[in-house]
């Protein structure tokens, strides 16, 4: 049997969450450069999601940008929606809407912020996965595609003292992944997971400490943080048809750690 690859007149159509900034702005202008359209989800900031689209439009794609909080299943239609009224039928997704919440001892962390987390890291991430594979899912008459889940070495690591809530909400994403790709394989979609390590991005001071990426250095092999842009080659290869054979990956990109 020959591997699946991607049909030549099938225009990618790429939904991003969390796409104005970070990994995911990064992630959008990469997939735009190998030729994608992007649906651009993000939740506060326009003027950033604009940026990002503005970028990948620079580099040849069009892109659509849909604010909406990923926890509520209507938000997740309208964006998919909006995507495919824009820009045609969606190809793929990159779930990459996440949150955090202050650092801080587990006890000190409040029930309000531990929910948050969960109702967008896991409610979220698994909402936006069920309407992607709605649209893509050869049982549902779409035409394959794939999903790469945003999850964090967090997620192996704990975080004592930083975010165990955290981590187990991409302990979630990383077993929803797995699970995922056993059901939906085998009707043309490919269900992978990258797991970031400390990357140089504006989540560190939303959480209380701007310098933690580099502090987080000392303790990685590779004794740097990353690039968001680093972390994007990973997500662009895992929807690519050279990863044609990959499915349940969970994939560390962590510098080592």
Request: with cysteine.
């Given at each position: 049997m020959a591997r699946p690859r991607t049909p030549a007149s099938l225009q990618q159509v790429t939904v991003v969450t969390g796409g104005s900034?970070?990994?995911?702005?990064?992630?959008?202008?990469?997939?735009a450069r190998d030729g994608h359209h992007l649906g651009i989800g993000y939740s506060t900031d326009e003027?950033?999601?604009?940026?990002?689209?503005?970028?990948?439009?620079?580099?040849?794609?069009?892109?659509?940008t849909v604010r909406l909080d990923t926890s509520e299943a209507a938000g997740v239609d309208r964006l998919f929606d909006t995507?495919?009224?824009?820009?045609?039928?969606v190809t793929g997704l990159v779930n990459n809407a996440g949150v955090s919440g202050p650092l801080g001892r587990f006890t000190e962390t409040s029930p309000e912020v531990m929910r948050r987390v969960v109702d967008v890291n896991v409610t979220g991430a698994l909402?936006?996965?069920r309407r992607a594979l709605r649209e893509l899912s050869t049982a549902y008459g779409g035409p394959g595609g794939a999903i790469v889940n945003v999850s964090s070495s967090a997620a192996t690591l704990g975080s004592p003292g930083e975010y165990v809530h955290y981590a187990a909400s991409k302990a979630a994403v990383d077993a929803m992944t797995v699970g995922l790709a056993k059901e939906f394989t085998g009707?043309?979609?490919?269900?992978?997971?990258?797991?970031?390590?400390?990357?140089?991005?504006?989540m560190h001071a939303k959480m209380g400490d701007p310098d933690r990426a580099w502090k987080k250095a000392g303790i990685t092999p590779a004794r740097r943080p990353g690039e968001p842009e680093e972390i994007a080659d990973a997500v662009a290869?895992?929807?690519?048809?050279?990863?044609?054979?990959?499915?349940?990956a969970v994939l560390r990109v962590a510098g080592g750690l």
């Open positions: 900034r970070g990994i995911g702005a990064a992630t959008a202008l990469r997939l003027e950033a999601a604009e940026r990002a689209a503005a970028a990948v439009r620079s580099a040849g794609g069009e892109a659509v995507v495919r009224e824009a820009l045609g039928p909402l936006c996965a009707e043309g979609v490919r269900v992978n997971c990258v797991q970031p390590g400390s990357v140089l991005t504006g290869w895992l929807l690519s048809d050279e990863a044609s054979y990959v499915s349940g």
